[in-house]
């Protein structure tokens, strides 16, 4: 069986993509990624044995110099975007049985397109259920298009975000489609997402609640890393007490850097040691005996050794700190972030700081509550209810599918 796989985002997009073509791959199936060229994707792919197709341009120079909310130079993005899967991702889909993809909506509205040009089966895959239509949310909303303030009712304004994606990405698709002897769609996002999209979250963590949509939830796709630590990290936790993490992923720098400082500050105060992860956003605050500042680890590992987790609520690494048993804080600034940090506030396994612009007070008060001992017992607790074949199970679809 041959599988081709496209995803167009960061870390969080690559990663997952990349745990299920290992699997594939062990399973005795033909695996390829399409995923962006930044560097650090293609280390963490031949890491894990899986060829890589690089496609489109690299994610971290646009996350790091686009302005945060702004719509500027969206719609030359999205067509880019597209373009990627109709030339690259048609070239590298030929032969294969099936194309499994996630990302962006130009992205997957394109992947679907390719298959159903070569005939091959197709799979949309999500890992947050955020964005799949339910009359139990809100949609999470587009850029530069907002949903109507005064309207209340979710079923309605999930219909009024179809409109707003054909407005958007209908036209752009039409034309890449009759280049392709393909007709037009009449509703680009459900077209994408297909009748049953396969949600890749743990089912404890991110239940997904019964719509007319048959979503199909596998468990997070994850690989278990197997990478040491660095030795100045192991150095600095067997030095003390366990330090606290703070660490922001692939969001950009400006206001997350300023959160950092003082999440930084807030657990400084506390008196507790810390890990700082550069990310994206290049996050260097003062060093000292109390403080080290890493760059790409085994967070699987770190999370294992930390008496908290402090990041921003992305999908990877909420799973990630669940799995570890170690309790959270999410500071959310956007997107599924919220919808994370109100899991695991729900669950008992973590906290959030809601506030729109955090104070090292806010922070500080947030981190007595993720601290609380009973906190600890039940992440522990939960992390032994939480599925780890999330993978296996998505292969074996899949396979099974062929067959």
Not at 79 to 89: I, K, N, P, S
Not at 101 to 115: D, E, H, Q
Not at 193 to 208: E, G, I, Q
Request: net charge negative; aromatic share 4%.
């Amino acid at each position: 069986m041959r599988v081709v796989l496209s995803t167009y985002g960061s870390r969080g997009s690559v990663e997952p993509i990349a745990a299920l073509a290992a699997r594939l791959r062990e399973l005795g199936a033909e695996a390829r990624v399409c995923a962006p060229p930044d560097p650090e994707f293609a280390e963490r792919l031949a890491e894990l044995a899986v060829p890589m197709v690089p496609t489109g341009r690299p994610v971290r120079p646009l996350v790091t110099t686009v302005r945060p909310g702004s719509a500027a130079g969206l719609a030359e993005r999205a067509a880019e975007l597209m373009g990627a899967q109709f030339d690259t991702v048609a070239a590298a889909a030929e032969g294969c049985d099936v194309l499994v993809a996630t990302g962006p909506l130009p992205v997957v509205t394109g992947a679907r397109s390719v298959a159903e040009k070569l005939g091959i089966r197709y799979v949309h895959a999500g890992h947050q259920p955020v964005s799949l239509p339910s009359p139990h949310r809100r949609p999470p909303g587009r850029r530069g298009r907002p949903l109507s303030e005064d309207e209340n009712d979710n079923e309605a304004l999930w219909a009024e975000d179809a409109r707003i994606a054909d407005a958007m990405f209908g036209d752009m698709l039409a034309s890449r489609r009759a280049a392709f002897g393909l007709p037009p769609v009449e509703n680009v996002r459900d077209y994408a997402f297909t009748d049953h999209p396969w949600l890749a979250t743990d089912p404890v963590l991110s239940p997904w609640q019964p719509t007319g949509l048959g979503v199909v939830q596998t468990g997070a796709w994850h690989v278990t890393d197997e990478r040491p630590l660095p030795a100045d990290l192991v150095d600095f936790l067997d030095a003390g007490p366990r330090p606290l993490y703070v660490g922001f992923g692939s969001m950009p720098g400006g206001a997350v850097a300023d959160v950092a400082r003082l999440a930084v500050e807030a657990v400084r105060g506390k008196g507790h040691r810390v890990v700082v992860s550069r990310g994206w956003a290049d996050l260097a605050p003062a060093g000292g005996g109390d403080c080290l500042v890493v760059g790409e680890v085994n967070q699987q590992a770190l999370f294992r050794r930390c008496a908290a987790v402090v990041h921003h609520g992305s999908a990877a690494t909420t799973t990630t700190a669940a799995q570890a048993g170690v309790p959270q804080l999410i500071v959310p600034r956007g997107a599924d972030q919220p919808y994370w940090a109100g899991r695991v506030t729900d669950l008992g396994v973590g906290t959030s700081c809601a506030d729109p612009a955090p104070t090292v007070e806010s922070l500080a008060a947030a981190l007595r509550r993720a601290l609380d001992p009973a906190l600890r017992t039940r992440a522990a607790a939960v992390a032994g209810t939480l599925r780890t074949d999330g993978t296996t199970v998505a292969a074996g679809l899949l396979l099974d599918g062929a067959g």
